[in-house]
């Protein structure tokens, strides 16, 4: 496995602090997601001989969460609240812009790879719909056009190459 050292290094402290050390395979496939963006057969195989299981049983915790990919993703994530608050406020509007200005549909990857669009239960900002995750930074009281506006410059930095996360939480 290519890990950055600083995985590696946090993976390799964090092992210890479990009696048992199969109780690490959470904390280390969040690290390893974090990585490198997914996990994969690969990384479930390592997984498993670091902590002395079988691959099956990493593979068994990897699909019964949601939140562990198992395929890469865009460049950008995007979680978008689809709960009754949200859903009120627009919500389903904000993924049809969404849905446009990305060229692809709820749960797909744009094909210029700059964002994936996943829905999102409720995101605990309910009297702020509709509500968005942009990677780890929410987005509240959304509005479509400042929507279009977010997704033209997530592209914008797609096509440009830059590492430039996206700042503020109104849009
Ligand atoms: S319903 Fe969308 S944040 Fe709670």
């Known amino acids: 496995m290519n890990l ?7 993976i390799d402290a964090t092992i210890p602090r479990y009696p048992h050390k199969r109780s690490a395979v959470m904390p280390l496939l969040h690290a390893v997601q974090r990585d ?21 049983n990493v593979y068994e ?13 865009g460049r950008r994530h995007i979680r978008l609240c689809r709960t009754l608050s ?3 406020c627009g919500g389903f509007g904000i993924a049809e812009v969404l849905e446009e200005a990305f060229e692809c549909r709820m749960g797909e990857t744009a094909p210029d790879g700059s ?11 309910c009297d ?11 987005h509240e009281n959304l509005t ?28």
């Not at 950055?4 to 946090?10: D, G, I, L, P, S």
């Not at 990384?43 to 691959?55: C, D, F, M, Q, T």
């Not at 930095?157 to 996360?165: I, M, T, V």
């Open 4 to 10: 950055r050292a600083e995985t590696m290094e946090h």
């Open 86 to 88: 949200c859903a009120l």
């Open 36 to 56: 490198q963006g997914y996990i994969s057969n690969e990384a479930i195989a390592w997984v498993a001989g670091k902590l002395g299981l079988e691959p099956v």
């Open 115 to 125: 964002a994936t669009l996943e829905w999102a239960e409720c995101l605990a900002s």
């Open 144 to 171: 479509e056009e400042g929507v279009r506006e977010l997704a033209r410059t997530i592209r914008a930095e797609n096509a440009e190459g830059s590492d430039s996360s996206m700042t503020g939480n109104n849009s």
């Open 61 to 73: 915790v990897v699909t019964f969460y949601p939140f562990f990919r198992q395929a890469p993703i």
């Open 128 to 138: 702020k719909g509709p509500v968005l995750m942009l990677d780890d930074d929410l």
